[in-house]
């Protein structure tokens, strides 16, 4: 069983990971009509199964497959997508139909797995990402410095995208709260209380981390937020809304911390994490002792195991229906 990753631009760290876990090959495939054309490159005929990253990669999947019909493709939910359509967003050009042409797909978070089995039909395991270690050691160090203010770390090039950093400026202006925004472009205008400073290094955004008091993820749609898991590590308080599927690790310890999608109860939630030192340090230790199960090796090979699964749910049905075809020959 030959297996092709697809992924568009620079794959996660974590996704990859899981692909080198099957033996996978590598392979960019282009934004728009450059990457439906890849559909028919020679390197796509020479494998059995093509594991995608995301929406783009699988459209380009689907249509090899209509080419190639006996070929099996794995898709990661690691995005927003499908709660994006449910929710009334536009859906990319042929993103339903290349849904069903998906034969097995891993979802890394509960929540995101419920979004997709609208549009799959077809197994979905869940895989948690993990937290590097070695990140996680470098976060969890302490600084000396007094915490103070609010951080959130969206990855983004728009205001209304799947990271909410739109409702994030909301909830400042109606909390009358300051953030500190990272990862966003530095050309996005906000409200005097958000300080985008877009894109920075390695060791100043890990500094930010463990020297804010409470990290907000006001996502739209999250299909997991490690970030979540690193502002934990980093010591800070999360308040993340109901569409990020890290809220999971959040739910068992104080749900006051899960808000809706939605400036003011955002606001809300943000006051109300602004927790006295006691109350601070019970649910932060909390929070860390669950980190233990975002594991690296552990994710690696539960990812392992599960696509194997997939891989042999449709072996033997394809041995079943050989035998039938068989049997009806005779």
Not at 186 to 215: A, C, F, M, Q, R
Not at 226 to 232: K, Y
């Amino acid at each position: 069983m030959d297996v092709l990753f697809l992924h568009n631009g620079e794959p996660h760290e974590v996704h990859s990971s899981w692909a080198e876990s099957v033996d996978a090959d590598f392979m960019q495939i282009k934004h728009g009509k450059l990457g439906i054309l890849q559909a028919i490159h020679p390197k796509l005929f020479k494998y059995d199964v093509l594991l995608c990253e995301d929406s783009g990669s699988t459209r380009t999947a689907a249509l090899h497959k209509q080419i190639r019909p006996g070929t099996k493709i794995v898709r990661m939910i690691v995005g927003g997508t499908y709660y994006m359509i449910q929710n009334g967003h536009d859906a990319m050009k042929g993103e339903k139909w290349a849904a069903k042409k998906v034969d097995g797909a891993i979802a890394d978070s509960e929540w995101i797995k419920e979004q997709a089995e609208t549009f799959l039909d077809c197994p979905i395991k869940v895989i948690n990402p993990y937290i590097d270690e070695e990140r996680k050691e470098k976060l969890m160090e302490e600084t000396g410095e007094e915490r103070e203010g609010i951080l959130t770390v969206a990855r983004h090039t728009r205001k209304n995208g799947w990271k909410g950093t739109d409702v994030l400026e909301e909830a400042a202006e109606k909390g009358d709260f300051q953030a500190k925004l990272i990862g966003n472009k530095t050309d996005l205008e906000y409200h005097k209380n958000v300080e985008n400073l877009g894109y920075v290094p390695e060791e100043k955004l890990i500094h930010e981390l463990k020297t804010s008091k409470i990290y907000v993820q006001p996502s739209r749609a999250d299909a997991f937020g490690i970030s979540v898991l690193e502002a934990i590590a980093a010591g800070s308080i999360p308040v993340v809304t109901e569409n990020v599927g890290a809220k999971e690790i959040v739910r068992n310890v104080d749900e006051n911390l899960i808000r809706k999608f939605d400036a003011e109860d955002l606001a809300e939630g943000v006051k109300y994490a602004d927790l006295g030192d006691g109350a601070r340090e019970k649910i932060l230790e909390e929070l860390q002792n669950k980190l233990g199960n975002f594991e690296k090796e552990n994710s690696i090979s539960k990812f392992s195991e599960e696509f194997q699964e997939i891989m042999d749910r449709y072996s033997e049905k394809e041995s079943r229906d050989n035998s039938t075809s068989e049997k009806n020959e005779k």
